[in-house]
Each structure stands twice: as structure tokens, then as C-alpha cells.
């Protein structure tokens, strides 16, 4: 009678076929699928009235998503390396302020200043971007070579950006903004930038040096170091590269406004962390990728919507969204145990 030896039976279980796991892009568009067919049927039975049936409303909700996205995916990368970013929503605040500044018609105060012209939509653009930048490249300057933690880094930022976007008009909002400027938040062009970005950054994570270096520092930035990585001037890359996608969010909430105001982008920096966490981004870094945070994005952008056209209240709204953050949180954790396990 033949004995099993352990040899044997390492060879049986790595020959043992294993299931394949779905990625995890496809079970959180399952969760899209679902939250919306959801309240779809409440719709019907409450309101008799099709939430997946009115383009308006879905164009709508895409839209305002569109600029928490664009944040969201800088976020993302910012959460890759182990940091966080809270600062997203206020410097979103100060690059409309100071672009919608730069972007104003000069039409209403000619008669006193024969000589002014408008500015080329681009000015504005370059300078807002470069705004955002900045904000970044403080945050992680902090975080890279003062050793300050990312959380209470981006704290002060957020604060001091919030600050700067009052003190800039003091606390006045800009408004009469060129047509040449507001068309870049005019119809769908905010859903393209949206996606171009994500594009962008979805090939940059998986087939460059970037992402690589982004992933390594996440998962071990001490043996990141050791490889040769200057782990240092990547954290700054990345928070720079997350503070200018926060100034275009900026740029292009100023521009769909047609204002600049100092409460633009309040919360927003919370909203984009949640898309990030909801599409699979892991807060113990090293694990993300843009397209899950893309579909995190219209899930968040989904569910207020459907409170929004069910006519749940605001503030009901906010505690359920909270309530997502700490559930999507556990689910991460879940997995990080697991991934240890295994």
C-alpha cells in the first residue's frame, strides 16, 4: 500500500487547479449595476417615476461627479503610497478664486480702462494648474523631508488654502467670467476632461516607472529605498501631481460655475477619498488603480443621486455617505488580512 509523502502532496496541491478570482473592477461595477437597478425599483414604487431613464438626470450626475473624480484620482495616487491627501477640496478653492481672478470680462470696466482686454483662456488655465502644483509640492515637501505625517500635513494645507481662497477677495465671490474661459465647463466637457485624465493616469500606474515606483513605495518604502528608488522626491511627484489635478478640478468648477467662490469644493477632499477606498484603493497603500476609483466615482455619484431624486434629505444623505467610508474601510481591512493569510 503506497504512502503519501509530502512531497506528493505538494505536488497534488500545486497541481490542484485554483479558482480564478474576478477582478476587483468587475464585482464594484456589479455594485453599480445593483445600486442603481435599486433605486430604479424604488423609484417606480415610491415616486412612480424611472431613475435610469432621464438623461437629463444622469448628465447631470455625471457632471458633478466629474470634478470629484478628477480629484479623486490624484487622491488615489496619493493613497497608493501609504500617505493621504485632506487638502484636495480647499486648494480646489483657491485655484477657482485665483482663476476666475485671471479669467474676468473686462467688459463691465472698460468705459473706465479703454485699454483692457481680456486674458487668453489659457492664462488663466496655466496659472491655475501651476496654483494646484504648488499646494502639492508643499504637502509633500512636508511630508517628504520634514517628516511631518501626511494627515496632519495636508490638515494645514487644507486650512491655509481654505484661508488664502477667503483672504485672496476678501471673502467676495468673482463672477462675469469670459464665455472663452466658461467653455471649458460648458456641456460635456468636464466628463471628457474627467476621462482623459483617468486615461492618462490609468496607463502611467500600470505601464511606467511612475506607477511602479508609485506601488513599491506604497507596499514597503523602506525596501523601495534599498532598490534605489529616491523615495523622497517621488512622495513629492505624487502630491504634487495630486495638488494639479485639484487645481484643474478648480479650474474646471470655476469654469462650469461661471464664478469663483471661497465655499467651492467644501468636503470634497472626504467625497474623493471615498470614491478611492470604494473602488478598491487600499489606506494601507500599494494597492489602486484608477479605474476602480473611476467606478468608486459613479457609485458615490449614483447613491446621491438617487437620494437626491427620491427626496431624501441632505443631512440624511451625509450620514449614509459616512456610513459608506467606515463600511468600504472594513471591507479593505478584510482584504488586507486575507492577503496576509494567503
Same mark, same amino acid.
Request: net charge positive.
Given at each position: 500500500?503506497?504512502?503519501?509523502?509530502?512531497?506528493?502532496?505538494?505536488?497534488?496541491?500545486?497541481?490542484?487547479?485554483?479558482?480564478?478570482?474576478?477582478?476587483?473592477?468587475?464585482?464594484?461595477?456589479?455594485?453599480?449595476?445593483?445600486?442603481?437597478?435599486?433605486?430604479?425599483?424604488?423609484?417606480?414604487?415610491?415616486?412612480?417615476?424611472?431613475?435610469?431613464?432621464?438623461?437629463?438626470?444622469?448628465?447631470?450626475?455625471?457632471?458633478?461627479?466629474?470634478?470629484?473624480?478628477?480629484?479623486?484620482?490624484?487622491?488615489?495616487?496619493?493613497?497608493?503610497?501609504?500617505?493621504?491627501?485632506l487638502s484636495s477640496g480647499s486648494v480646489l478653492a483657491l485655484t477657482a478664486m485665483v482663476t476666475a481672478s485671471l479669467a474676468q470680462s473686462s467688459d463691465y470696466v472698460r468705459a473706465v480702462y479703454p485699454a483692457l482686454t481680456d486674458l487668453p483662456?489659457?492664462?488663466? *488655465?496655466?496659472?491655475? $494648474?501651476?496654483?494646484? #502644483?504648488? /499646494?502639492?509640492?508643499?504637502?509633500? %515637501? =512636508?511630508?517628504?523631508?520634514?517628516?511631518?505625517?501626511?494627515?496632519?500635513?495636508?490638515?494645514?494645507?487644507?486650512?491655509?488654502?481654505?484661508?488664502?481662497?477667503?483672504?485672496?477677495?476678501?471673502?467676495?465671490?468673482?463672477?462675469?467670467?469670459?464665455?472663452?474661459?466658461?467653455?471649458?465647463?460648458?456641456?460635456?466637457?468636464?466628463?471628457?476632461?474627467?476621462?482623459?485624465?483617468?486615461?492618462?493616469?490609468?496607463?502611467?500606474?500600470?505601464?511606467?516607472?511612475?506607477?511602479?515606483?508609485?506601488?513599491?513605495?506604497?507596499?514597503?518604502?523602506?525596501?523601495?529605498?534599498?532598490?534605489?528608488?529616491?523615495?523622497?522626491?517621488?512622495?513629492?511627484?505624487?502630491?504634487?501631481?495630486?495638488?494639479?489635478?485639484?487645481?484643474?478640478?478648480?479650474?474646471?468648477?470655476?469654469?462650469?460655475?461661471?464664478?469663483?467662490?471661497?465655499?467651492?469644493? *467644501?468636503?470634497?477632499? $472626504?467625497?474623493?477619498? #471615498?470614491? /478611492?477606498?470604494?473602488?478598491?484603493? %487600499? =489606506?494601507?497603500?500599494?494597492?489602486?488603480?484608477?479605474?476602480?476609483?473611476?467606478?468608486?466615482?459613479?457609485?458615490?455619484?449614483?447613491?446621491?443621486?438617487?437620494?437626491?431624486?427620491?427626496?431624501?434629505?441632505?443631512?440624511?444623505?451625509?450620514?449614509?455617505?459616512?456610513?459608506?467610508?467606515?463600511?468600504?474601510?472594513?471591507?479593505?481591512?478584510?482584504?488586507?488580512?486575507?492577503?496576509?493569510?494567503?
Amino acid at each position: 500500500m503506497a504512502i503519501a509523502t509530502n512531497n506528493d502532496t505538494q505536488q497534488m496541491a500545486a497541481t490542484k487547479p485554483r479558482k480564478k478570482k474576478l477582478p476587483t473592477e468587475v464585482s464594484i461595477l456589479a455594485v453599480l449595476i445593483g445600486i442603481a437597478l435599486l433605486f430604479e425599483i424604488v423609484g417606480w414604487i415610491v415616486r412612480g417615476d424611472s431613475f435610469l431613464m432621464n438623461p437629463q438626470r444622469l448628465l447631470i450626475m455625471i457632471l458633478q461627479m466629474s470634478i470629484i473624480g478628477i480629484i479623486a484620482i490624484g487622491v488615489t495616487q496619493v493613497i497608493i503610497t501609504g500617505g493621504i491627501d485632506l487638502s484636495s477640496g480647499s486648494v480646489l478653492a483657491l485655484t477657482a478664486m485665483v482663476t476666475a481672478s485671471l479669467a474676468q470680462s473686462s467688459d463691465y470696466v472698460r468705459a473706465v480702462y479703454p485699454a483692457l482686454t481680456d486674458l487668453p483662456w489659457i492664462i488663466p *488655465l496655466a496659472v491655475g $494648474l501651476l496654483v494646484g #502644483a504648488l /499646494a502639492g509640492v508643499i504637502n509633500g %515637501s =512636508l511630508i517628504a523631508f520634514a517628516m511631518i505625517p501626511p494627515f496632519i500635513a495636508t490638515l494645514g494645507m487644507m486650512v491655509s488654502a481654505r484661508g488664502l481662497a477667503r483672504a485672496y477677495t476678501d471673502g467676495q465671490p468673482v463672477s462675469m467670467l469670459t464665455q472663452e474661459f466658461t467653455w471649458i465647463g460648458s456641456g460635456a466637457n468636464p466628463v471628457i476632461i474627467f476621462l482623459g485624465v483617468a486615461v492618462i493616469f490609468h496607463i502611467a500606474l500600470k505601464y511606467t516607472r511612475y506607477g511602479k515606483y508609485t506601488y513599491a513605495i506604497g507596499a514597503n518604502p523602506q525596501a523601495a529605498r534599498v532598490s534605489g528608488i529616491n523615495v523622497r522626491r517621488h512622495l513629492v511627484m505624487v502630491y504634487a501631481i495630486a495638488g494639479l489635478l485639484a487645481g484643474l478640478a478648480g479650474v474646471v468648477a470655476s469654469a462650469r460655475a461661471g464664478t469663483g467662490q471661497a465655499g467651492m469644493g *467644501l468636503m470634497y477632499e $472626504l467625497d474623493a477619498i #471615498a470614491a /478611492a477606498v470604494i473602488g478598491g484603493t %487600499s =489606506l494601507a497603500g500599494g494597492v489602486g488603480r484608477v479605474t476602480g476609483t473611476v467606478i468608486g466615482a459613479l457609485i458615490l455619484g449614483v447613491m446621491l443621486s438617487g437620494f437626491t431624486f427620491l427626496g431624501v434629505d441632505a443631512y440624511y444623505q451625509d450620514i449614509v455617505k459616512g456610513a459608506i467610508i467606515v463600511a468600504a474601510v472594513i471591507v479593505d481591512q478584510y482584504r488586507q488580512r486575507k492577503r496576509k493569510l494567503t
